[in-house]
C-alpha cells in the first residue's frame, strides 16, 4: 500500500527558503517517478519538480530553476524539495507524488506527465510567502 506524507510547509518573507519533505512507504524510489506539485485556488495543478527514479533525470519547472531543488534520502525512504530565494508567486499548497512509470517525469501540463495521472499523492502542505 502506498502512501506518501508531506510536511515543512509554513509562513516565510520573500527571499527565505523552506525544506518541503515527503516521507514514502510501500514502494521504492529508483523505479518510479517522485515530484512536488503546487497548487493556487482557481489554477490547475502545476508540476513543480521531479526524479525519474532516485538517481535519474531532474526536473524543474522554468519559474523555480535555480531556486528550488528535489533530492532524495533512501535510507529514510524521503524526498525533499529545497525551496530557496522564496518569491510570493510560489505561495500555494505544495503536494508530492509518486507514479510507478518513471516517464510520468517531467511532469508538464497536457502529456503523459500531467498531474491527473499521477497515481500516488500525499496530502498537501501550505507554503506562504509574503512581500
Known amino acids: 500500500d502506498v502512501q506518501l506524507q508531506a510536511s515543512g510547509g509554513g509562513l516565510v518573507q520573500a527571499g527565505g527558503s523552506l525544506r518541503l519533505s515527503c516521507t514514502a512507504s510501500g514502494f521504492t524510489f529508483a523505479d518510479h517517478a517522485i515530484g512536488w506539485f503546487r497548487q493556487v485556488p482557481g489554477k490547475e495543478r502545476e508540476g513543480v519538480s521531479c526524479l525519474r527514479g532516485s538517481a535519474g533525470s531532474q526536473y524543474y519547472t522554468d519559474s523555480v530553476k535555480g531556486r528550488f531543488a528535489i533530492s532524495v534520502d533512501n535510507a529514510k525512504n524521503t524526498f525533499y524539495l529545497q525551496m530557496d530565494n522564496l518569491k510570493p508567486d510560489d505561495t500555494a499548497v505544495y503536494y508530492c507524488?509518486?507514479?510507478?512509470?518513471?516517464?510520468?517525469?517531467?511532469?508538464?501540463?497536457?502529456?503523459?506527465?500531467?498531474?491527473?495521472?499521477?497515481?500516488?499523492w500525499g496530502q498537501g502542505t501550505q507554503v506562504t510567502v509574503s512581500s
Open positions: 507524488a509518486a507514479d510507478f512509470f518513471t516517464n510520468r517525469c517531467p511532469m508538464i501540463s497536457g502529456t503523459r506527465g500531467a498531474h491527473y495521472v499521477w497515481d500516488y
